[in-house]
Each structure stands twice: as C-alpha cells, then as structure tokens.
C-alpha cells in the first residue's frame, strides 16, 4: 500500500524540466561523470570545466527530491 502512495506521489511531482517523449530525468542530463575523464599522465588529474558541469547537472535531482519530500511531508 505504501509503494503506491509514494508510486502516486512521484507521479503527481510537478516536472520542472520538459523531458522528452517517453523520457526521464536521466534524460535531462547536460554532462555526465562517465564523460569526465581522468588524466593519469597528469597525476590523475580530472578536467574542471567537464567537473563542474557534470556536477551541475546532477544538482537538479536534488531539487526533484526536494519537490517530491514537500508533497509527501505536507499532505
């Protein structure tokens, strides 16, 4: 019963990003951590534009989960 509450809850989470046609938040993504490559002739050295923004884009799950705790706390 309670899997459906929250099934229903994550349903009704109003979308703050258009995703595509039968997409999902996973979708949404600009950049990826699988796409930041480290550098081992550099002392394993990551490169911090493609950090950050793969860092970004995974800040918008926060914000989902976020709007999904504020439904589920405040009904």
Same mark, same amino acid.
């Given at each position: *019963?309670?899997?459906?509450?929250?099934?229903?809850?994550? *349903?009704?989470?109003? $979308?703050? #990003? @258009?995703?595509?046609?039968?997409? @999902?938040?996973?979708?949404?993504?600009?950049?990826?951590?699988? #796409?930041?490559?480290?550098?081992?002739?550099?002392? #394993? $050295?990551?490169?911090?534009? $493609?950090?950050?923004?793969?860092?970004?884009?995974? @800040?918008?799950?926060?914000?989902?989960?976020? @709007?999904?705790?504020?439904?589920?706390?405040?009904?």
């Amino acid at each position: *019963m309670l899997l459906i509450a929250i099934h229903s809850t994550i *349903m009704a989470v109003p $979308a703050h #990003n @258009t995703y595509p046609a039968g997409g @999902t938040w996973f979708d949404t993504l600009h950049k990826s951590f699988v #796409n930041v490559h480290v550098d081992a002739d550099s002392d #394993n $050295a990551i490169p911090t534009e $493609a950090f950050l923004e793969a860092a970004e884009s995974l @800040t918008t799950l926060f914000g989902r989960i976020h @709007t999904l705790l504020e439904l589920v706390c405040y009904e």
